[in-house]
């Protein structure tokens, strides 16, 4: 699969974005897709995933204010963000992972990433 992402852009705090993931190839209902997040001079961090199997898992310390959304029909998996923090200023990317039969969090795991949006939230 090849993913492309959009939607970044900067926000004062307190706000909402819609991140957005187009998906192309066919095997995207067979995959796990994701949202992870990158901060300057940090690793890359998972923030949610929606499962092929319809599950939806979220980051803990996240999930009151990201959702995570997948129609399989159009091939997205899009992220919402309320009440924006300046720490989730960051780049944000896409990812895919073909198969899983268990749940994975890990970057190592997806095969398949977009180029990243940036998410910038002032104070």
């Known amino acids: 699969v090849q993913l492309q992402a959009s939607g970044g852009g900067l926000v004062q705090a307190g706000g909402s974005l819609r991140l957005f993931c187009e998906v192309s190839?066919?095997?995207?209902?067979?995959?796990?897709a994701g949202w992870f997040r990158q901060a300057p001079g940090k690793g890359r961090e998972f923030v949610a995933v929606?499962?092929?199997?319809?599950?939806?898992y979220y980051e803990d310390s996240l999930k009151a204010r990201f959702t995570i959304s997948r129609d399989n029909a159009k091939q997205t998996v899009d992220l919402l963000i309320n009440n924006l923090k300046p720490e989730d200023t960051a780049v944000y990317y896409c990812?895919?992972?073909?198969?899983?039969?268990?749940?994975?969090?890990?970057?190592?795991?997806?095969?398949?990433w977009g180029q990243g949006t940036q998410v910038t939230v002032s104070s």
């Open positions: 990812a895919a992972s073909q198969w899983r039969l268990r749940l994975s969090t890990r970057p190592g795991d997806f095969d398949s």
């Open positions: 190839g066919r095997t995207f209902s067979s995959s796990d």
């Open positions: 929606a499962r092929r199997t319809g599950d939806i």
